[in-house]
């Protein structure tokens, strides 16, 4: 009787372990979806309007880059498609099929991640090393 109160006790605790486990993973699949989705609504349409906005006023410069982004981050394109994107990414991320979930969640999501990533680690570097000159 003692014996099987203790196996019944370490199949709840590894049931309770891998049910945190799955709703840990849900989270990081929502954030990496959400993330993912902003940074691609941003770099897809908003690099246009940018470089439109850049020729129509002559300006160059920061100032006009971050009128660019700020532009398309205020316009409904921008939040429908993050929102579009999301959905799709969201679903691929809760598909069944391993496979499939890998290229179609996993692999896209994280390149967007890393590339984000990389290009603010080169602007501060760049900041930090052009700000004195």
Request: positive net charge; aromatic residues 12%.
């Amino acid at each position: 009787m003692f014996c099987s109160c203790q196996s019944e006790q370490r199949r709840r605790e590894a049931y309770n372990s891998a049910f945190d486990q799955k709703v840990y993973m849900n989270y990081v699949k929502g954030i990496l979806s959400g993330l993912a989705a902003i940074f691609l609504a941003e770099l897809i349409p908003g690099s246009w309007s940018m470089f439109k906005g850049i020729s129509e006023q002559k300006a160059t410069g920061l100032g006009a880059v971050a009128g660019g982004i700020m532009e398309s981050a205020l316009s409904p394109l921008f939040w429908t498609l993050a929102l579009l994107i999301f959905a799709l990414l969201f679903a691929a991320s809760r598909l069944g099929n391993k496979i499939l979930r890998v290229i179609l969640f996993w692999i896209p999501t994280l390149t967007i991640s890393v590339l984000v990533m990389a290009i603010a680690a080169l602007d501060a570097y760049v900041f930090m090393h052009f700000r004195d000159r």
